[in-house]
């Protein structure tokens, strides 16, 4: 690694005012699973190192006015395992199980995963497909953004280099809905998935018409993708089989990936829409059993 300050504010507003003097010769550390390794290869060489370590108020779960807040400090494994998110959002923790191995999930922050943007994360379709907000904040205030318009590039989103995420916005899902995230591994268990697929449907139950449906695909473009031309396919539309297949085509389409270890562009992209339509019909399957449970 290149020589760095490193500081331990107390106080999130120690952290904003020290982004606000130094800009982007500052990088902020939490679980540091992403960070310490481009340290070490040298894609980041920051003058500063800012770490939120004793910022303990963003470490909690807290219901709030129909969405649960997820602060930027909780580890994966904190997720994985709170008994609010299995009652509340169950998705979002069978999810953060599948992230690489439980040591890692005892370290990496939701937060930090976030600001890095990798687009073959896990969480990041789940996210996506639960609507879900980011708050930011600065010492000029706060501001919230839809997670759909928070990456803007490869490793790259709309943070400026004064601004901490603090917080992630979930909505709890309405009665009747099902959701599911799938995972194709043909490696490791704990490896980057090939293709990442996360759905949500909410359907009435005496016709079988899906009121919203929400997809989100991790793995197969520079950023984590909202399949919206999909959704539309569905929405309004009393399910079949056959269209599920043609919202997985339609997602396909929305598919960038590239070639690597993991499996060729083409391969990812006919993966997509299989997965699509899979995770599509298993969130169904699921919406039928929420509203027979009740």
Known sequence: MTPFEYREPDTQEEALALLHEHGEDAKLIAGGTALVIMLKQRLLMPASLVSLRRLRSLGDIAPVNGELRLGALLTHRAVETSPLIRTRVPLLGETYRQVATIRIRNMATVGEALAHADPNQDPLATLLALDARVRLASAGGTREVP????????????VRPDE??????????????????????????????????????????????????????????????????????????????ELLREAGAAAQQLTDPLSDVRGSADYKRAMASVFVRRALEQAWQRSRAAGEAR
Request: glycine share 8%; aromatic share 8%; hydrophobic share 40%.
């Open 147 to 158: 997670l759909d318009g928070f990456f803007t590039g490869y490793y790259e989103t709309v």
């Open 164 to 241: 901490l995420l603090t917080d992630v916005l979930v909505p709890v899902p309405a009665p009747h809905t099902g959701g599911v995230y799938l995972k194709f591994l043909p490696r490791t268990a704990d490896d980057y998935a090939t293709v990442g697929v996360a759905a949500t449907l909410r359907i009435d139950p005496a016709t079988e018409v899906c009121q919203e449906c929400r997809i989100g695909m991790a793995c197969v473009g520079p950023t984590p993708i909202r399949a919206r031309q999909a959704e539309a396919l569905l929405r309004g539309q009393r399910l079949t089989p």
